[in-house]
């Protein structure tokens, strides 16, 4: 098969709810996804000699089996049995920051498995993919099967949702990364037991009310822990929120944050007003196409 060319999405966390920690380690979690416009780009080209060569345009990520789209061909290769002259060569462009709450790395995985599934022919479901996903990372199974989906377990739990309007963003990226460790062990007492946010919110987007509305409703349990720490993601927000953002909310456990605007057009507005003081802002809309 000749080379593969595919998208890696970023994610918004329109809604974050911490439920407790698990007896594994992990903590259960309530979260909606929405994958985005703003994306990576990956191309993969078939290699016979059994060698994983990854060329990324971010001199600060490594190129080895450390990287997660270089774990995820060894993984799905040694699943599916395939012959280990099985290779690639496997180029990435990074957009979406990296450490920033938006899954990019996570993103990457789930492209990798679906397009070495193809390049080499693996055969592996759709559900068999999200399986082996999960053993890279919590985020891994949601860019598999859905582009909106409700997110439980640890985030293991995927039930995809169809929303009926494509709504319009603004993500800021404050320039420094949050350890995703970190913030859960610093979750001291914020973890949820009031509204249950995340059901609240589907059930008014699935209902097609418009952005104004599901604002209301936008929840981060890590965002007061974090901006503790990283008050520039309050001012990020506040710059948002004057750039006409309809509601604003740190995604994933940070640092980068979102505004939801009225339609697109708003959208650019407010990008060129937030650019003045954040450079690494990026205006985006939820994604529709199907997942190939």
């Known amino acids: 098969m000749r080379s593969i060319t595919a998208i890696a999405p970023a994610k918004l ?3 974050l709810e911490v439920l407790g920690k698990r007896p594994d380690g992990y903590h259960d979690i309530r979260s909606v996804f929405l994958a985005v416009t703003l994306a990576d780009e990956l191309e993969f080209a078939p290699r016979g000699d059994g ?3 990854l060329d990324c345009n971010d001199p600060h ?4 089996e450390r990287n997660l789209v270089v774990k995820a061909a060894l993984l799905l290769r040694d699943a599916c049995r395939l012959p280990a002259a099985s290779g690639a060569g496997i180029t990435v462009r990074k957009n979406v920051p990296v450490g920033a709450g938006l899954g990019g790395g996570s993103s990457d995985a789930a492209t990798a498995l679906l397009a070495l599934n193809k ?10 993919i999200a399986e082996l996903g999960a053993q890279i990372g919590s985020d891994v199974p949601f860019f598999v099967l859905a582009r909106a989906a409700l997110v439980t377990g640890r985030g293991e739990h995927i ?3 169809t929303f009926p309007h494509q709504h319009h963003f603004v993500v800021v990226y404050p320039g420094f990364p949050v350890s995703t460790a970190w913030a859960y062990r610093s979750l001291r007492s914020g973890l949820t037991n009031g509204p249950e946010y ?6 008014h987007c699935l209902n097609g009310e418009g952005p104004e509305r599901l604002a209301q409703f936008f929840h981060n349990d890590f965002e007061p822990t974090v901006v503790r720490q990283h008050p520039q993601i309050a001012q990020a927000k506040g710059d948002l929120a004057a750039a006409g953002a309809l509601g604003v909310m740190m995604s994933g456990s940070g640092s980068a944050v979102f505004g939801i605007f009225p339609d697109a057009a708003a959208a650019q507005a407010g990008l060129r007003q937030t650019r003045q003081r954040w450079p690494r ?4 809309a939820s994604l529709r196409d199907p997942i190939e």
Request: proline letters at 6%; one cysteine or more.
């Open 198 to 203: 995340s059901k609240i919110l589907l059930s």
């Open 281 to 284: 802002s990026y205006a985006c």
């Open 119 to 128: 390049l080499w022919g693996a055969g592996a479901s759709r559900g068999e």
């Open 61 to 64: 990520l490594p190129v080895d």
């Open 159 to 161: 039930e995809p949702q």
């Open 51 to 53: 060698r994983i060569v």
């Open 13 to 15: 966390n329109l809604t």
